[in-house]
Structure formats: structure tokens, C-alpha cells
């Protein structure tokens, strides 16, 4: 969801579902829903869909779309980043889309910053920020996070990594 702290309001939101291509698209938003949710087996997901991406008619034009696709695409969060920023294409290209988008650009990669982001907290105020309960000790997945958060002894911590790459000057 998009939040415009303003207006204290959503301004936006976008829906996804795991897909499954190994035998043709699905027929549309209808085949996805009842591929996933239907009486047949499961197929084992491939890809993530998006099913739904929509904008405030007043916060249309502002780049909101953009926000909401990017938000909605797979980080592969249990994959360590420095193993995830070699995957490649058979075009040779970056496997991650924004990577791509920088090598394309003439980046090159520099190293994976292992700790880029750190946020801690109790696991109570884990559950207040995200929604979900943190009974245990143990790593949870939150969703849009790029690494799961860690627990232990009450306490989550977050670490997220990130990737220093350097662009050429004109």
C-alpha cells in the first residue's frame, strides 16, 4: 500500500499471486485465482503475477504506479545477496532487474554491503510495525522485506544488505 502521511490515507495498493508457467500462461487475473485457489492441485509457482496495481484518481501522474510494480516483484529473501548479485541472464545480464538496469547504464560491481540497513526492535513493537505475531525465537519473513527478521530472546533485528556498484562518469 501507498500511505500519504498528509492526508493520513492510502493512495494506492497492488495485489500479487504466485504463478505457475510451466504449462502456458494462465487465462488472465480468472485462470491465476483459480489455478492457485481452485479444487485441483497447487502447480508449483514460477513466477509472481501482479493482479491488481491501483492509484488514487488525485495521486495519478505522480510516479505511484511505478512505486506500487516495483514493490511488488520477488527479492528472493532466503538467497545470501552476495550469491543473489551474480545470478545472470543467459544474455549474460544481471538476473535482478534493478542490477540490469545498472549494468545497462556501464555499472559495474563493486561488493555486496552486508549490513546497509539495520533496524531493531522487540518483538512487540515488531508486531505493531508489521502486522504479525513473533512468538519464538527464530527467522520470520515479512513481506516486501528484502531478508527476513531475526528473533531472538525477544528482540528482532533486521539487517539489510545492499550492493555498492560504480557508474562511469561522462
Sequence with gaps: MLWDEERDRVVGHARTIPVSTAGGLPGGVDGALEAWFGDGARPE????????????????????????????KDRYPLIPMERYVRWTRDDG????????????????????????MTIEGSAEEWKAWTGLDFPDDGDYLVPGALVPVRVENGRGSYVEPNVWMRHPLP
Design 45 to 72: 509457482p514460477d513466477v509472481l503475477s501482479a493482479m491488481v496495481a491501483v492509484v488514487d484518481r488525485d495521486h495519478q501522474g505522480q510516479g505511484l504506479s511505478a512505486v506500487l510494480i516495483a514493490a511488488m
Design 93 to 116: 545480464l544481471p538476473f535482478d532487474p534493478w542490477l540490469r538496469v545498472h549494468a545497462r547504464l556501464g555499472a559495474e560491481l563493486l561488493e555486496v554491503c552486508a549490513a546497509s
